[in-house]
């Protein structure tokens, strides 16, 4: 008997490993797919002139350089205001907060946020950001808004990340006369670094693929601007563009281009996310 169960019990788990490997291998595929199709339309349209141009109604010309440059600036905007402010949070909630109640609300306040559609943030950037503060649209305006949109995943990440430094490493740098700030510094913050930049990497990829809280925030502008320039000013993203492109005008060649040029700058920026996020462990192991 106990050896006719513990086969069935085998067979149970060598299904459920079958199907575990067949669900990653689907995923995996699917992805391949994807890019290579997203690739393999895109790439033949990607030329000297595409990437150096901007964009003219008049001249009939197509240039994507502005786009890339304001999708970098608004990239580089939302990222300075909202890592520091997500991790302090999530510092705050996992160290500091005394009342359980408080860290319910604020956790509570998090998830209904997450699950707002961007649309709606969208809006609202424009009413709080262009409207009642007087910003214009550009760069400025539509970092806000996404600072408010991934606001979410920094913390919740990060909040997680510091949940899984045990607490014995901070009962021996509280023991060794370490103060608590100083103690979060070195010890906790560095052991939570993955989880920290796993939360940026996927903030990086939403604000990399967010238009439509951008159309209403940031403008449709394809004109070369300068950084101080773009902040106030009318600038369309590289996926505001592939809108405009795909709807508007109705050329999906380069649109696929667009995508194309959209999908490489976000495998570039995860990958450096992914090379500083190994170099900070090592640092780390070497002290």
């Known amino acids: 008997m106990d050896a ?4 069935g019990r085998r067979m149970r788990d060598g299904m459920t490993k079958g199907l575990l490997y067949a669900s990653s291998l689907m995923v995996c595929l699917i992805l391949l797919f994807i890019i290579g199709y997203i690739f393999a339309r895109g790439v ?11 964009s003219s109604y008049v001249r009939d010309t197509i240039g994507i350089l502005p786009n890339i440059l304001n999708t970098l600036y608004i990239v580089l905007v939302a990222m300075a205001v909202v890592i520091p402010l997500g991790v302090c949070a999530a510092v705050y909630l996992n160290e500091y907060a005394v009342s359980k109640r408080l860290v319910r609300l604020i956790g509570f306040a998090v998830e209904t946020l997450a699950g707002i559609p961007s649309v709606i943030f969208g809006l609202v950037g424009m009413l709080l950001f262009i409207q009642m503060l007087g910003l214009q649209a550009g760069i400025l305006a539509g970092g806000f808004t996404l600072v408010v949109m991934v606001l979410p995943t920094i913390l919740s990440n990060t909040l997680e990340s510091l949940k899984t430094v045990p607490d014995s490493y901070r009962e021996g740098a509280l023991a060794l006369g370490s103060g608590k700030w100083y103690m979060i510094r070195t010890v906790v913050l560095p052991n939570a670094i993955e989880g920290i930049v796993t939360g940026c990497i996927l903030a990086v990829g939403r604000i990399v693929g967010e238009s439509a809280a951008l159309l209403y925030t940031a403008g449709f502008g394809l004109v070369l601007h300068s950084f101080m320039t773009a902040l106030q000013s009318s600038s369309a993203t590289l996926t ?31 990958v450096a996310a992914n090379i500083s996020a190994s170099k900070l462990n090592r640092k780390e192991k070497v002290r």
Do not use: D
């Open 44 to 54: 033949p349209g990607i030329t000297a002139e595409l990437l150096s141009t901007q």
């Open 240 to 270: 505001v563009a592939l809108y405009v492109y795909a709807t508007e005008r109705g050329q999906i060649g380069v649109a696929f281009s667009v995508a194309t040029v959209l999908l490489a700058i976000t495998l570039l920026l995860n």
């Open 4 to 7: 006719r169960i513990s086969k």
